[in-house]
């Protein structure tokens, strides 16, 4: 079966840097998401991106975050200045559409702001 | 506000057992709810979707039913192994674009 790829499985930065985090996503898949989960605690929803634009995205997604289609493969997730509380594992997903259809997860990458 | 919610943190059953998981949501105008397994370091997994014009669904080994009335959703594993040990969130689809807001998630322990 097709996955979602997500790269590094782990990134260690300081405080205040930038991150860059990948994904590939499904490749017939045209809506793709960011989401993340804090160590114990459920997934929770950062953004959608469909046609090279942001859909929706939660209060979490502030200014400090972006997230980039740089081809049409990859599907990035920017943090311009980690703060500790970033620290989470986050999971990239992708789907066909955006309606009622299932939604596959990468296996995700587990940051961790020191 | 918008909720989905899990009435057990963990459950435990024996191996061969029939497990029973189940979700509450909060939001009357959801029309669409999966069930993921998340294993330890992985992401969500699906497992079984359920349209809100239909009460249950059955895949191999799982039965997930909607009960509208009372927004309650459960999973049902028949046969429980012990590869099905993880954590199950539900999550409920509440927009056009596909934003799937998750409960808290229940460990599910199989003991042999």
């Known amino acids: 079966e097709p996955e979602v790829t997500q790269t590094p499985s782990h990134q260690v930065t300081q405080m205040g840097q930038e991150v860059i985090l990948r994904c590939v996503p499904i490749?017939?898949?045209?809506?793709f998401y960011w989401y993340r989960q804090i160590l114990g605690q459920k997934v929770e929803f950062l953004v959608s991106f469909y046609n090279n634009e942001i859909s929706e995205k939660s209060e979490i997604f502030d200014d400090q975050f972006s997230v980039e289609r740089p081809d049409g493969s990859n599907f990035t997730l920017k943090i311009r200045s980690t703060k500790l509380e970033d620290s989470a594992m986050y999971f990239c997903?992708?789907?066909?559409?955006?309606?009622?259809?299932?939604?596959?997860f990468g296996s995700g990458t587990q940051l961790s702001v020191l | 506000g918008e909720s989905v919610g899990l009435h057990l943190p963990t459950l435990s059953v024996q191996e061969g057992d029939n497990s029973i998981i189940n979700c509450a949501y909060s939001n009357s105008a959801s029309d669409y709810f999966i069930w993921y397994k998340q294993e330890s370091g992985k992401g969500p997994q699906f497992i079984i979707d359920i349209r809100s014009n239909m009460d249950k669904r059955q895949g191999q080994r799982v039965t997930v039913l909607l009960n509208k009335t009372v927004k309650h959703l459960s999973l049902q594993i028949a046969a429980t192994q012990p590869g099905d040990s993880a954590v199950y969130f539900c999550?409920?689809?509440?927009?056009?674009?596909?934003?799937?807001?998750f409960g808290q998630g229940t460990e599910l322990s199989v003991k042999p």
């Open positions: 490749s017939n898949h045209l809506y």
């Open positions: 999550a409920e689809n509440i927009s056009q674009g596909g934003k799937l807001i």
């Open positions: 997903a992708s789907r066909v559409t955006g309606g009622n259809e299932k939604l596959f």
